[in-house]
């Protein structure tokens, strides 16, 4: 395939380098002479292991040449990747006037060349930006439309300096954000030899991705960087705590915990995290990122709160009122403090959950629910579907088993919120999820 790369700093010249390396035919773009002077050369012009010797053999085989001409980079190829720098803006945003200058240079020469040409935007973005100010540009630069007259895409890159060719060549996914079928099948060619899962989404789905994978690697530095000072403060080793915590691929390093929804509560995390926080502190430790975490989750309640409150919805059957299916625990279970939210702002709750009804007569939390939460046992009902016929607003507490067959049974007249994904699909005027 011909490609065109736009931008000839980190991420451009590994892409040239392994694309080309991979049997496509590339040409780098820099508005910069020297680097172009530098990539025609068969040099790299940044230190990358393995990178020299990539470019050095595509220049040789005549797969790389690089140019300041941007109306002949597009007019030679059927693709063009950005790939320029998005630095922050001293607020904290995204400076995109790198990316806009190239692809106004981009649109132009399309609107030369006449006939469909792909832009594919490889830089960081965040979301919303490609279908906003870059997709305007596009359109404005070519007088045609995007997704139709031309094609429109995003494709981050997950590569680490110093292993970049590897992670290139063995990436752990590819996320390609398509606004056109033309671009995603170009896309999914250019990327059929990589022994990888190709992801086919929306736009802002692969915008989104990119900034999650970041914000999680940093999120688990700053968390490593956290324990281990509260250990050393501790006496402890903080390297041997993570590398036991490490050897955990059931829970910790996993998949597990990982799926938006609900918060947290139980027995155990809520009391351990404010434990290690007060413990923390104590130590004179600073600790912002563990500190921040029930905070964090008290607002996720008082998020779902809101979201009721915008229904419009005063009657409300919540089923599962455990923090989680197959339990009857109700120590610290968000959705007791969401009934009692409800409760004290004047809404209707019946409730249904099987696992606590039991618990009310038989199980260990048969005193909880007698001398705590009086109240909230006092709602619980027997039957689950016979809450459907006075309920306005369904909320699906848990993935009780049970409940699958309960969505049949919601009429058009119910509002559904669901708090768990058990319902599959997107969000609509009669269904809505908490995150999604």
């Avoid at 689950?384 to 507490?397: F, Q, T, Y």
Wanted: proline letters at 3%.
């Amino acid at each position: 395939m011909r490609v065109s790369v736009f931008g000839m700093g980190y991420v451009g010249a590994v892409c040239t380098a392994c694309l080309a390396n991979r049997g496509h035919q590339i040409i780098g773009v820099d508005v910069v002479q020297e680097k172009v002077d530098i990539i025609n050369a068969g040099r790299s012009p940044i230190v990358e292991e393995g990178l020299e010797e990539l470019l050095l053999k595509g220049v040789k085989s005549k797969k790389i040449s690089a140019t300041i001409n941007a109306l002949d980079a597009v007019m030679q190829t059927d693709i063009s990747f950005v790939a320029v720098p998005t630095p922050s803006k001293p607020n904290g945003d995204l400076n995109l006037g790198y990316v806009q200058n190239v692809c106004k240079q981009i649109g132009e020469a399309i609107k030369v060349k006449g006939c469909h040409h792909t832009v594919v935007i490889r830089s960081t973005v965040l979301p919303g930006s490609v279908m906003g100010v870059i997709r305007s540009e596009l359109e404005s630069a070519t007088g045609m439309t995007a997704g139709v007259d031309f094609g429109l895409a995003v494709n981050p890159e997950f590569l680490r300096e110093s292993t970049a060719i590897d992670d290139y060549d063995h990436p752990p996914m590819t996320v390609v954000g398509c606004l056109d079928e033309v671009s995603a099948q170009q896309l999914t060619e250019l990327y059929s030899d990589l022994d990888a899962p190709l992801f086919i989404e929306s736009i802002e789905t692969a915008e989104m991705v990119k900034y999650t994978c970041n914000v999680w690697h940093a999120i688990k530095v700053t968390f490593a960087n956290e324990i281990g000072s509260i250990a050393k403060a501790s006496g402890v080793d903080g390297r041997k705590v993570m590398d036991i915590i490490c050897t955990d691929t059931k829970l910790n390093i996993s998949a597990y915990y990982m799926k938006p929804g609900f918060a947290f509560g139980g027995s155990c995390l809520p009391k351990d995290v404010r434990a290690l926080n007060y413990r923390a502190s104590q130590l004179n430790v600073k600790h912002p990122l563990i500190a921040s975490v029930m905070e964090s989750n008290e607002n996720h309640v008082k998020n779902v709160f809101h979201i009721i409150e915008n229904t419009g919805k005063k009657r409300v059957a919540l089923y599962g009122l455990s923090f989680k299916p197959g339990t009857d625990d109700l120590r610290e279970s968000p959705h007791v403090e969401l009934a009692e939210m409800l409760l004290g702002k004047g809404y209707t709750v019946k409730i249904y959950d099987e696992n606590v009804s039991y618990a009310k007569i038989h199980g260990s939390n048969k005193e909880y629910l007698e001398n705590k939460i009086p109240h909230i046992s006092s709602l619980l009902q027997q039957s689950k579907e016979d809450m459907l016929h006075s309920s306005e607003l369904v909320i699906i507490g848990n993935s009780d088993k049970s409940f699958h067959a309960l969505l049949e049974k919601i009429s058009e007249h119910h509002v559904v919120l669901d708090l768990c994904g058990l319902i599959k699909g997107k969000s609509d005027d009669h269904t809505q999820g908490i995150c999604w």
